[in-house]
């Protein structure tokens, strides 16, 4: 009885350092990595000298997926230009893998606070019917590009 008490004792032994290991080396592979989204999948080219970018529009690490602000560089109303930016989210988040309805935070940032209602009109049920946190603010001294609307997501995906 002893004898095959120690036999299990050693097996068992045996086994905890190799599950061990092989439960490392699975948390090293399964490490979030930082992966950038490119339009079209396939990372723009630069010519000779050329700047790199100042910032890339769709980021992931992980399952986080961070997508820059998007604006509406064109005349228009605050509708249009609500309309314009979540089209352009919504597409970046496709490309990306996600989904609108796997946004998790929101940031809107206005022109004028005045067109906060009209904004809300057509961002509403846009992200299904559980819709993401959000913040909202009026940016002092406006858009970049005249757009009266710009918006930036955080996704999973």
Same mark, same amino acid.
């Given at each position: 009885m002893n004898s095959q008490r120690r036999k299990m004792l050693k097996a068992a032994a045996a086994v905890v350092p190799a599950a061990a290991i092989s439960t490392e080396a699975s948390a090293a592979q399964q490490k979030p990595t930082k992966k950038v989204h490119y339009k079209g999948g396939k990372k723009p080219e630069r010519k000779p000298g050329e700047k790199p970018p100042l910032f890339n529009g769709a980021v992931s690490y992980g399952n986080l997926l961070f997508i820059a602000g998007k604006g509406a560089h064109f005349k228009g109303d605050i509708a249009a230009h609500t309309k314009h930016v979540l089209d352009e989210i919504e597409k970046e988040l496709v490309?990306?893998?996600?989904?609108?309805? !796997?946004?998790? !935070?929101?940031n809107v940032y206005l022109n004028d606070l005045k067109d906060y209602q009209a904004m809300n009109e057509v961002f509403r049920g846009r992200f299904g019917e559980e819709p993401p946190v959000r913040t909202t603010i009026a940016a002092a001294g406006g858009i970049p590009g005249d757009s009266l609307v710009e918006i930036d997501v955080i996704a999973y995906i």
């Amino acid at each position: 009885m002893n004898s095959q008490r120690r036999k299990m004792l050693k097996a068992a032994a045996a086994v905890v350092p190799a599950a061990a290991i092989s439960t490392e080396a699975s948390a090293a592979q399964q490490k979030p990595t930082k992966k950038v989204h490119y339009k079209g999948g396939k990372k723009p080219e630069r010519k000779p000298g050329e700047k790199p970018p100042l910032f890339n529009g769709a980021v992931s690490y992980g399952n986080l997926l961070f997508i820059a602000g998007k604006g509406a560089h064109f005349k228009g109303d605050i509708a249009a230009h609500t309309k314009h930016v979540l089209d352009e989210i919504e597409k970046e988040l496709v490309n990306a893998g996600s989904s609108m309805d !796997k946004v998790l !935070k929101c940031n809107v940032y206005l022109n004028d606070l005045k067109d906060y209602q009209a904004m809300n009109e057509v961002f509403r049920g846009r992200f299904g019917e559980e819709p993401p946190v959000r913040t909202t603010i009026a940016a002092a001294g406006g858009i970049p590009g005249d757009s009266l609307v710009e918006i930036d997501v955080i996704a999973y995906i």
